[in-house]
C-alpha cells in the first residue's frame, strides 16, 4: 500500500492491470489491511512510546473494574467509541478484554455452561456460520461445551447456546437468533457491527456483545477484543477464564488500542463539511462502497457468479441511506461450476474459502473484501475476465 497516496482518491483502477501478473492472490482470510493506507496517513497520530519500566505489573493501577487486568484507559475508550457510533449500550455492562474476540469467545462459553453433571452444552448458529466456531469449540473436547452444528435444524430439547452473529461472516446478512427455546443461552459476535460495513440501525443491546479491533479499527495483529457484558456473575466467570488461560492481556496492546480508538472517536468529532475531513468511519465507508460498486459490476458483466444483494437502510451514524457492504463477498459460482473455490484456484489463481466450511455447500466461497487495493484490483481483473479462460 502507498502511504502517499490520497485517501480521497479511488486507487480502483484494475483496467490497468497487466494480464501477465500471475502471482497467487489469497483472499482466504480476513486479514484487515485495507485500513493500512488509513493509518499510514495519520503518520504520528497513533505512534506511540512505551519505556521499559512501563507494563511490569501483571495488575492495573486504579482499576475499579471487575475485569482486574483491563487498562482504565481502555476500559474509558471503548465506552466512547460506541457512545460515538451509538452501535451498543455501553451503560451498566461490565466489559471485559480479551486477547482478540476469539479468546472472549472461549470465556463466554466457559462462562455460560453449566458446570454440574448435566454433561456438554450443544453450541449452535445459524449455517452459513463462521467456520472457526466449530474448531474452536471443539478442539479440546471440554466436558463443558461441543459443537451442536447449525441452529436452523437444531432438535435438542435442553439448554443450548446459540451463537449470533450479526452482520454475519461469511454472507454479511443481519441476524437474530433462530431457535428461540426457552433454555437458550445468546452470545452476539457484533464483529462486524460498524458503520463502514452495515447501517447502524439501532443500539445493541444484548446480554453477551462481543467486539474487536479486528474488524472495527483494523488492528488485527494487536489482538485486543472486548466483551459488554450484561450479567456481573458471568462477566466475574469470563475474567477467570481468561485468567487460567493467559492471567490477563497484554498492557502494551491494550494501551495501544486505547490510542486508536481514542483518534477513531476524535476523528468523528472533527469530520463534517467545515472541516472537510473525513472520519474513520466516512473513510473506510467509502473505500468499501467503491469495492461493493466494482465487485457488483464485475458480477454484472461475467453472469457466472453472484453475491448477495441487501436491502437499503437508514445509518444512523452516517446519516444516509445505504446497503449493507461487508467485510467478505458470499460468492457463488453459477452454471455447471461445483466446486467454486477449486475453480478459482485453478484456473484464476485466487484462494478463496470453500462454503463447506462454512455449513453450506462448495457452489459458494468466502471472498475477503479487505485485502490491500493490489490484491483486491488483480482478484477483480481476474473475476472480470472471461470465467471460462483461464489467466
Ligand atoms: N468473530 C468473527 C465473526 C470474526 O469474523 C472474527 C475474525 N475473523 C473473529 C470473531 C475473531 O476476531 P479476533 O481477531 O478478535 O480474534
Known amino acids: 500500500a502507498s502511504g502517499t497516496s490520497s485517501l480521497s482518491s479511488s486507487s480502483c483502477n484494475y483496467n ?5 501478473d500471475d502471482r497467487i492472490i489469497n483472499l482466504k482470510l480476513g486479514d484487515p489491511t485495507v485500513y493500512e493506507r ?4 495519520m503518520g504520528e497520530m497513533t505512534t506511540m512510546v512505551i519505556p521499559g519500566w512501563q507494563s511490569l505489573s501483571y495488575f492495573s493501577d486504579n482499576n475499579n473494574n471487575l475485569c482486574w487486568f483491563l487498562e482504565p484507559e481502555l476500559g474509558k475508550e471503548i465506552v466512547r467509541v460506541h457512545k460515538v457510533v451509538g452501535n451498543a449500550v455501553t451503560q451498566d455492562r461490565f466489559i471485559v ?21 448435566s454433561g456438554p452444552i450443544d453450541v449452535v448458529s445459524a449455517a452459513p456460520f463462521y467456520s472457526s466456531y466449530p474448531l474452536i469449540t471443539d478442539c479440546l473436547k471440554s466436558g463443558l461445551y461441543r459443537w451442536g452444528g447449525d441452529a436452523k435444524t437444531y432438535k435438542g430439547e435442553g439448554p443450548y447456546i446459540e451463537l449470533v452473529t450479526s452482520p454475519n461472516n461469511p454472507d454479511g446478512f443481519l441476524r437474530h437468533s433462530v431457535v428461540n427455546r426457552s433454555k437458550g443461552i445468546l452470545i452476539h459476535d457484533l464483529a462486524y457491527y460498524w458503520p463502514q460495513y452495515t447501517p447502524i440501525t439501532s443500539i445493541a443491546d444484548h446480554d453477551v456483545m462481543l467486539f474487536t479491533a ?10 485486543i477484543g472486548w466483551g459488554l457484558v450484561k450479567d456481573r456473575e458471568t462477566a466475574r466467570k469470563m475474567t477467570e477464564y481468561i485468567e487460567l488461560n493467559t492471567i490477563g492481556v497484554s498492557k502494551d496492546s491494550q494501551l495501544r488500542a486505547a490510542k486508536v480508538l481514542k483518534v477513531v472517536s476524535d476523528s468523528c468529532g472533527r469530520s463534517g463539511n467545515e472541516t472537510k475531513t473525513k472520519s474513520f468511519f466516512e473513510h473506510s465507508y467509502d473505500a468499501m462502497s467503491e469495492r461493493w460498486k466494482l465487485l457488483r459490476q464485475a458480477a454484472k458483466n461475467s453472469k457466472r457468479f453472484t453475491v448477495p444483494d441487501f436491502t437499503s437502510q437508514r445509518c444512523n451514524f452516517l446519516g444516509k441511506v445505504f446497503e449493507s457492504q461487508p467485510a467478505f463477498a458470499w460468492l457463488k459460482c453459477e452454471e455447471g461450476i461445483i466446486d467454486c473455490e477449486k475453480f478459482l484456484r485453478e484456473k484464476k489463481k485466487i484462494l478463496t474459502k470453500s462454503g463447506k466450511y462454512f455449513g453450506d455447500d462448495q457452489s459458494y466461497v468466502r471472498i475477503s473484501m479487505l485485502d490491500r487495493d493490489s490484491n483486491f484490483n488483480i482478484f477483480l481483473s481476474r473475476i472480470s475476465s472471461s470465467f471460462n479462460s483461464t489467466l
Open 214 to 223: 479486528s474488524k472495527s479499527t483494523g488492528h488485527a495483529g494487536m489482538r
Open 97 to 117: 478484554v480479551g486477547t482478540g474476540s476469539t479468546q472472549l469467545y472461549q470465556a463466554a462459553l466457559y462462562a455460560l455452561s453449566p458446570h454440574d453433571d
Open 16 to 20: 490497468e492491470i497487466e494480464e501477465d
Open 38 to 41: 488509513y493509518w499510514q496517513e
